[in-house]
């Protein structure tokens, strides 16, 4: 029976399965494996093999073989046909993704269906694309004494690239740096968090059916510390490290990697803030700060934690967004309708939690939220916390200034256009933010003012691959997307042709 049954969209699952790692192009088992629950309900959906440090080593010697094979004498050209066939397998394998996805996440099956798993497939497409047409330097020099010579740049792969990424949007994610970095010629090892590890491992089949060659693509699961995560990071044969999570571990990877020097990626935290002015389209402004702040149960990097609301329109703007927050429907994840989704677990749960109390204890007004929702059945063992909308905090509290990573967000009224950008630029973070505003100059003036790697005006969440995407400070280093991520996967050699 597959694994991935329809069962894992109620969040009710009928038996529990065992996901392996896939190291050198096989699934293999370890002795030690750990419990993936639901979200939902509670009740264990997996066991999961967690690779000990051998496996972790012969994942990594499997990825090192891997680039002296077949692999490493394709061509750009080449590479991009593997790509668009791995694609292609992520569409005919759309439904068990997202039930793959659902099952570990909990989202809705809706949001799977129209983001994830469509972009998963888009983002192999994208890199097959930008790998062959992106253009590389070329100059012609002159000299003195009249001499003149041809320089112009290679790429050629940085060699074994060692993946970590979240659990928020766990194939998206996983497929925006699997992607390019196949395309330059790499090879990877994979990590993806112990709280997702379903659609990672659809993933690894989907690689196997595609006809990768063998050792390409590696598969460990596993936690951090002391786990897979570690045993990667620290590896002497992994060349570089691309992470996507918290600030904190993003500091931990990168005091790893300064040993040997290691090139890293790292795309971190954010307490995003939303700028409303007097002057926007009201109703899509609500609209807006309703994705923004509450879309995956607000467990995306992008989301939006703080909003700075022009005075004149502070109240109204600040009862319709509660209002909202209060009617976003709750559901199993099979009903397309459903907004609300749980929390990954009940340790960040009871994180997002305390989150609450501490804004009550820090004099914040709570307007709609700040608890826990009853459903009378199997949802009561998950991990569900309502929709919050807080106001009354000072610009200093730890409720405003730490990021929280769920369904909550404050709300406070500004009077200037420059108060708004310095109070939006007031965090140790600089990820994204978002304005809502009819002027048209002044859409263009905060681009320059905020500090932070992408500005959306009048919308959110819309992206072009091809544009860099990454944070300022705590936010991150590197920029990822279209000639970005290319010059992070490979390494650019000049060549020097003396020609009279």
Sequence with gaps: MSLWTPELLTGQPKSVGLLRNFVGGEFVASGSTFAK????????????????????????????AALKGPWGRLSEQERAVVLRRVADGL????????????????????????????????????????ATTAATE????VLPDGRRALNYAVRKPVGVVAIVVPWNLPLLLLTWKVAPALACGN?????????????????????????????????????????????????????????????????????????????????LGGKNAGLIFADADLDAAVEG????????????????????V??????????????RASELTYGWPADEATMNMPLISKQHRDKVLSYYDLARSEGAEVLTGGGLPSFGD??????????????GLRQDARATTEEIFGPICHIAPFDTEDEAYALANDSDYGLAATVWTRDVGRAHRAGPALDVGIVWINTWFLRDLR???????LSGVGREGGTHSLSFYSEPTNVCIELT
Aim: glycine share 8%.
């Design 378 to 391: 199997a949802r009561d063992g998950g991990c569900y916390v309502q929709p919050t909308v807080v106001t």
């Design 289 to 308: 700060s309703v994705r923004s702040v509450f879309t995956n149960g607000g467990q995306v990097c992008l989301c939006t934690e703080r909003l700075y």
């Design 187 to 267: 090879a990877v090892v994979v990590k993806p968090s112990e709280e997702t590890p379903a659609s990672a491992t659809v993933l690894a089949e989907v690689m196997a059916e595609a006809g990768v060659p063998a050792g390409v693509f590696n598969l460990v699961h596993g936690f951090g510390p002391s786990s897979a995560g570690e045993y990667l990071t620290r590896h002497p044969g992994v060349d570089a490290i691309t992470f996507t999570g918290e600030s904190a571990t993003g500091t931990a990877i990168a005091k790893v990697a300064a040993d040997r020097v290691k090139s890293v990626s790292f795309e």
């Design 138 to 141: 070329s100059y012609t020099t």
């Design 91 to 130: 569409e005919r394998r759309f439904e068990d993704l997202v039930a793959a996805e659902v099952g570990d996440t909990g989202k809705s099956i809706s949001q799977a269906r129209t983001l994830d798993i469509p972009r998963g497939a888009a983002n192999f497409r994208a890199f097959a694309d930008f």
């Design 310 to 323: 022009e005075r004149p329109i502070f109240t109204e703007f600040a009862e319709r967004l509660a209002q």
């Design 467 to 473: 544009t860099p995407f990454g944070g300022m400070k």
């Design 37 to 64: 629950v639901s979200p939902v309900t509670g009740e264990q959906i997996f066991d999961v093999c967690e690779a000990d440090e051998s496996a972790v080593d012969a994942a990594v010697q499997a990825a090192r």
